[in-house]
T-cell receptor, first 113, second 112 residues
Framework: AQSVTQPDIHITVSEGASLELRCNYSYGATPYLFWYVQSPGQGLQLLLKYFSGDTLVQGIKGFEAEFKRSQSSFNLRKPSVHWSDAAEYFCAPYTSGTYKYIFGTGTRLKVLA | ETGVTQSPTHLIKTRGQQVTLRCSSQSGHNTVSWYQQALGQGPQFIFQYYREEENGRGNFPPRFSGLQFPNYSSELNVNALELDDSALYLC???????????FGPGTRLTVT
C-alpha cells in the first residue's frame, strides 16, 4: 500500500539553528514528491517539489530537500531557521496514477527565540 | 490572478444535518480535489473532479458527494453529519490531472 512516514511529530530548534525534517515513502514507483507548510488555521502552502532530475531541489523561504531513491526519503532542510518558520510541515507524495496526495501526519516545528 | 477560494470560512452544524461547502478554483484550472483534515492529522483525500467528472475517491462513505460545475468551481456535500465529520475541509485546484495542486484556506466545520 502507498504510505508516507514523518517520524518526528514535534521538533524544537533555536532560531538560527539548522533544521532537517524527515520523510520516508513507500510506493511501487518513484512518486512526485512535495513538501507543504501549514500555519495555524491556514491552508497549505507549497514549499518545494520534486518530479525528476536533480535530486536536490530548492524551494521558497530558503528551504531545500534531497531525494534519495535508495532510502525512499525526501528530507527537508534549512540551514538557518527563522521564528516565522514555526508551523506544521507535511510531506506529500503524489502519483500520476491516482492523481492524489498522500499526506504524512506532519511535523510540528517550534522555534525558540 | 485569484487563488483558490472557499466558503464559508467556518460552519457549525448539528448531527444529522446536511452541509454544502464551496470552492472556486484558480483561474485556468480544470481539476479540483477535496481533502478532510481532522485536528492534529494530515489531510485525507476525499475525491477529485476533472472536467466535471469524478476522477478518483478516497476511503469516504457515499454520504460525502460532490459536484464540479462548467466553470470548474466545485461543491462538497455531506449528508447525515456525524460528530467525526468535524474537521477542516480543504479544496485544491490544479491546471490538469497530474499537475501540482494549489490549496484554498479551508472551511472549518464543527458538528455538535
Amino acid at each position: 500500500a502507498q504510505s508516507v512516514t514523518q517520524p518526528d511529530i514535534h521538533i524544537t530548534v533555536s532560531e538560527g539553528a539548522s533544521l532537517e525534517l524527515r520523510c520516508n515513502y513507500s510506493y511501487g514507483a518513484t512518486p512526485y514528491l512535495f513538501w507543504y507548510v501549514q500555519s495555524p488555521g491556514q491552508g497549505l502552502q507549497l514549499l518545494l517539489k520534486y518530479f525528476s532530475g536533480d535530486t536536490l531541489v530548492q524551494g521558497i523561504k530558503g528551504f531545500e530537500a534531497e531525494f534519495k531513491r535508495s532510502q525512499s526519503s525526501f528530507n527537508l532542510r534549512k540551514p538557518s531557521v527563522h521564528w516565522s518558520d514555526a508551523a506544521e510541515y507535511f510531506c506529500a507524495p503524489y502519483t500520476s496514477g491516482t492523481y492524489k496526495y498522500i499526506f504524512g501526519t506532519g511535523t510540528r516545528l517550534k522555534v525558540l527565540a | 490572478e485569484t487563488g483558490v477560494t472557499q466558503s464559508p470560512t467556518h460552519l457549525i452544524k448539528t448531527r444529522g444535518q446536511q452541509v454544502t461547502l464551496r470552492c472556486s478554483s484558480q483561474s485556468g484550472h480544470n481539476t479540483v480535489s477535496w481533502y478532510q483534515q481532522a485536528l492534529g492529522q494530515g489531510p485525507q483525500f476525499i475525491f477529485q473532479y476533472y472536467r466535471e467528472e469524478e476522477n478518483g475517491r478516497g476511503n469516504f462513505p457515499p454520504r460525502f458527494s460532490g459536484l464540479q460545475f462548467p466553470n470548474y468551481s466545485s461543491e462538497l456535500n455531506v449528508n447525515a453529519l456525524e460528530l467525526d465529520d468535524s474537521a477542516l475541509y480543504l479544496c485544491a485546484s490544479s491546471l490538469a490531472l497530474g499537475y501540482e495542486q494549489y490549496f484554498g484556506p479551508g472551511t472549518r466545520l464543527t458538528v455538535t
